[in-house]
């Protein structure tokens, strides 16, 4: 793998290959300065320029976007804003992602990549979202026992990768104001008991905020992927109403659904007598094969749109059953998934239903991982007032921006960037 090319050749695809350019200023007019007038030196604008260039050159802390801004030359401070050439020092830094609104930063930030998108889908189910939660595990520590356990949840598109928003958790989404917080002696508490309360308390808080991050997009063509823990009715019909899809799994948590899906799927008895037996609605079927990492991997889908009138679950459509059969080391395993959908088959054929679940990993892969082994979330221990969740929608957005840009490695490019600041400003759409 090269990681070798020059600064001019990279700048020139950028530019050719997205020609569009992103108004900062304009957009951070919306965000309300919580600092005084009176002796400001530095405009919110160029401290979040500054921050976002510096984590796309891999200086990935508040003293670190300090330090780097500080050792830039005289041009690079003033394509950033910084007209004196004087930049912030860390304290300034931290002392503003502290006290600015995140949920204010979170709209510049996704308005503009909406506005880059520009993802007008007629097509229904086209456009396909991801929809997951994350901890910060470096702020654990810092925090009260047994609080929320889900620091932030993310909706990212399948095909770029791109952040699309970002919600965060809060302590109300947990304890609703007026309810004094239940108080149980950890002795009181078996093992088992500690933990079914904390999964609970995370799958509150996490679905608090996922039903606030629907009312933010525009559904139209648009599905949402996720875990079992996002099938609830609410979220389901919340989603059809804003004229947008769903694809869940379903476990445990909706034992009567889940059960019906089951049971749809199960072999049949032989009927006992001639002319006896059930008379099922024809099925859809798909299978892929990958091959890599030293292991087979095969995936198959049964789809069925029996249920669909029978079941009073909200928008309900299709129901699957997904096999994944894989073979390492020459042992053979294979695992069994069932799931709902509120995509009609006149549309949707079971090779793309496979696509969507398949495609949901984007999350993972693409966001969770590269954040925590690529940017150092886990690691991060700021924890004060907004400052975790102004550096969250920073690396998101560095992460998007990097994704929109056309690179895939994004070590490899934080590194480049890190002795070519000229690649950074480019990303940000700023000239020298």
């Not at 905020?209 to 009715?233: E, H, M, P």
């Not at 899809?245 to 379903?250: A, C, I, N, P, T």
């Amino acid at each position: 793998m090269q990681y070798t090319e020059s600064v001019v050749d990279c700048l020139k695809e950028i530019a050719q290959d997205h020609p569009e350019s992103m108004d900062w200023q304009s957009a951070c007019e919306h965000v309300k300065d919580p600092r005084r007038k009176q002796g400001q030196r530095f405009s919110l604008t160029s401290i979040l320029l500054l921050a976002l260039a510096a984590i796309l050159s891999n200086h990935l802390s508040e003293l670190a976007i300090a330090e780097w801004g500080a050792g830039q030359s005289e041009e690079i401070k003033k394509a950033l804003g910084f007209e004196k050439g004087v930049t912030p020092h860390q304290t300034t830094i931290q002392r503003l992602f502290r006290r600015v609104s995140a949920e204010e930063i979170e709209t510049v930030f996704r308005r503009l990549f909406l506005h880059i998108l520009n993802q007008d889908q007629e097509e229904r189910g086209a456009c396909a979202v991801s929809i997951d939660g994350k901890a910060q595990r470096g702020r654990l520590k810092f925090e009260e026992e047994n609080s929320y356990a889900v620091h932030a949840v993310s909706l990212v598109d399948h095909q770029t990768g791109i952040v699309l928003t970002q919600g965060h958790g809060e302590k109300t989404d947990v304890e609703p104001k007026g309810e004094p917080p239940a108080v149980e002696t950890t002795s009181a508490l078996t093992e088992a008991q500690e933990q079914e309360a904390q999964e609970a308390k995370k799958e509150k808080s996490e679905l608090a905020v996922a039903s606030r991050l629907i009312q933010q997009l525009d559904w139209k063509g648009r599905v949402l992927t996720g875990d079992a823990l996002y099938c609830q009715r609410g979220l389901c019909a919340a989603l059809r109403l804003a004229g947008g899809d769903y694809l869940f799994l379903v476990k445990g948590n909706q034992p009567q659904l889940r059960e019906d899906v089951r049971l749809l799927f199960a072999p049949l008895s032989p009927p006992k007598r001639a002319g006896e037996g059930v008379l099922r609605l024809p099925e859809q079927h798909a299978q892929t094969t990958e091959k890599g990492h030293g292991r087979v991997d095969i995936r198959s889908i049964r789809v069925s749109s029996e249920l669909k009138g029978y079941s009073d679950w909200p928008g309900l459509e299709q129901v699957f059953e997904i096999r994944r059969g894989f073979q390492s080391k020459g042992v053979c395993k294979e695992a069994v998934r069932y799931g709902v959908t509120s995509l009609p088959a006149m549309i949707t054929i079971p090779e793309r239903l496979l696509q969507l679940k398949r495609g949901h990993w984007t999350i993972e892969n693409g966001l969770h991982y590269v954040k925590d082994v690529t940017m150092g979330e886990d690691k991060s221990t700021v924890h004060r007032d907004n400052g975790p969740k102004i550096m969250a929608a920073l690396r998101n957005t560095a992460l998007s921006l990097l994704r929109h840009a056309g690179f895939s490695t994004i070590a490899a490019r934080l590194r480049y960037n890190s002795t070519h600041p000229q690649a950074a400003l480019e990303v940000l759409s700023l000239s020298l």
